[in-house]
């Protein structure tokens, strides 16, 4: 193997979420030497959310009493979309003025080591791939599903993503062509069916219109402040109208897994993200659809599995991303 | 470069339709020196089918005054689900009667020659990417638009056909969940909204209804008879009822090459098979719904195309894939 410079050198690697950042200092083994972690503060614009990186980078730099000229890389995922090239967060959701913003050079600029900048669910793919459900699989789909779902390409034990590095976006597939308009433009959307918003829009439709959920006592009342893992958790306390909710969202998580089997034919689709924490809940009812609606051949060929790191699998997989540019 | 037994070689290749059997001698730059076509006649079921692929061999192979050793090997682009593997047709909706037909094995014991099987579509698209459109681009999909639809999956200047060697089945994605059950048991598949069966049925539908239109003199008032090449025909001097119902099925195509654009970021969507003949009538609408709705960074970067290899397309696709597994 071709000797590369810094390659025994740690990554420092930022998993930048609309909630919180996560920032830490990882070994080309995967250990995670030193961790931070804050609020990401997304309403106060990037400026604001740089400044709070930057000040994680300096922070875990001094608590691990090294400098940047002993790291292998900085290695940042983002929840956004990314243009890999010039690396921009050209939009992001979740991430309110965030249009083209070069985070990967303000990052590189001032601490003068090799930055890059891939999208989360990118990340959290490989994350799973090097450390988690992943580890072996060669050929599979991580989709994270959450505020919106996200999705992650392995192909041939790398990370796929495009020419412009922005595929992967499975949460933007139309299933249903006369469905919901998307927030991203797009109709019909993965996301805007299967998605933790979409559950508690629909939990929160249903209410409205009159029909009877332990919901409306867990939240007093205040039928707004429903969410995806409240819906979860009454549909686990057997609430009938939680239940029917989940399942809907469920039967859509199964089609868009069925256009995964067929167009991908992964060994495996590992699902994270806050909602996926309902468990069986959601995925047996999944599953039960890719049985009965994708080819054979595949259907039988894949496991469709939880994701194993939680909230690390972004900042690990961002790390094995710069560990892996090394090697090519 | 590992030097390869039988690299200098040529390959015969088959490329077995639902109408035609193509067979060419295919030199290692992709020349045709030989070729020959008969009908498939699949109704006539599986062993007659394979009686005619033996015979067309033979007859090249005395026609160019070889025998099977002077190959480098025999390769086989079939129209159905492929069990690359075991060399299976697993299924095919258009060859009626093959459920697990060991094609690959059959001709090998044969010929004892190294032989591979593989899905048409998926050939088609190794075709164009070696000696058509697709030249020296890296990431694309090709989509093959005909009686069904098929496509093939070039990622890193190689076909991806996934573990199994399923993959790609493209035509076979839900975008309308709600939509009309597909010959393949999903709902709503591309399939069943966009190909030629789906543009002559909606025809079809419509003029039972008491449209009018100048198909019902073209057909000379068998509404039956309708194809979509009649369609295309109709529609190109200006019947309204024709370009209603392909504008339709364009729109439909355009939906499901945004999901491609937001899933794979491809550098190009090539479209062949007999519908796309219909050419920017079809394709003009279809790329303006990618522009709409794809995300903006991969909608710019892509490139819609037409095929341009024509017939020849599967068995240069299958003689590119037999040169290929020697250089892996």
């Known amino acids: 193997m071709q000797k590369i410079k810094g390659q025994g050198l740690p990554v420092l690697a930022i998993d930048l979420g609309g909630t919180k950042i996560i920032a830490a200092i990882i070994s080309n083994q995967g250990q995670v030497m030193a961790r931070e972690q804050c609020l990401t503060l997304a309403d106060e614009g990037p400026q604001s959310v740089i400044n709070r990186i930057l000040s994680a980078i300096d922070h875990l730099l001094s608590l691990s009493r090294i400098d940047s000229s002993q790291l292998n890389s900085i290695s940042i995922a983002a929840a956004g979309a990314i243009n890999f090239e010039k690396g921009l967060v050209t939009s992001s959701p ?24 891939i999208n989360d669910a990118s990340a959290a793919a490989l994350g799973e791939h090097h450390f988690g459900a992943g580890k072996g699989i060669n050929n599979f789909i991580y989709l994270t599903l959450g505020t919106g779902i996200g999705g992650g390409i392995i192909i041939n034990g790398k990370l796929y993503s495009g020419p412009c590095g922005s595929a992967g976006e499975i949460g933007h597939m139309t299933i249903d062509v006369n469905g919901p308009r998307c927030s991203c433009g797009n109709i019909g959307c993965l996301e805007t069916l299967a998605s933790g918003t979409a559950v508690a829009r629909e939990a929160v439709r249903r209410i409205r219109q009159g029909e009877v959920s332990s919901l409306t006592e867990i939240v007093e009342g205040e039928i707004e402040s429903i969410t995806a893992e409240k819906v979860g958790a009454a549909a686990q306390d057997g609430d009938s109208l939680a239940l029917e909710v989940i399942l809907k ?68 997989g961002a790390a094995a991303f710069a560990f892996q540019q090394g090697l090519d």
Chains 1, 2 share one sequence.
């Not at 089997?261 to 992964?266: D, E, W, Y």
């Not at 994270?272 to 069986?280: P, Q, Y």
């Open 249 to 316: 969202a469920a039967n859509y998580l199964g089609v868009g897994m069925v256009n995964l089997v067929n167009i991908f034919n992964p060994e495996m689709i590992i699902v994270g993200g806050g909602v996926a924490k309902m468990g069986d809940l959601l995925l047996d009812p999944a599953k039960q659809v890719v049985r009965e609606r994708a080819f054979q051949l595949p259907a039988q060929a894949v496991s469709i599995v939880p994701a194993q790191l939680g909230d690390d699998a972004g900042v690990l």
């Open 94 to 117: 979740n991430l309110p003025g965030w249009y083209n913003i070069p985070l990967r050079d303000v990052v590189k600029e001032k601490y003068r080591v090799n930055t890059f900048l």
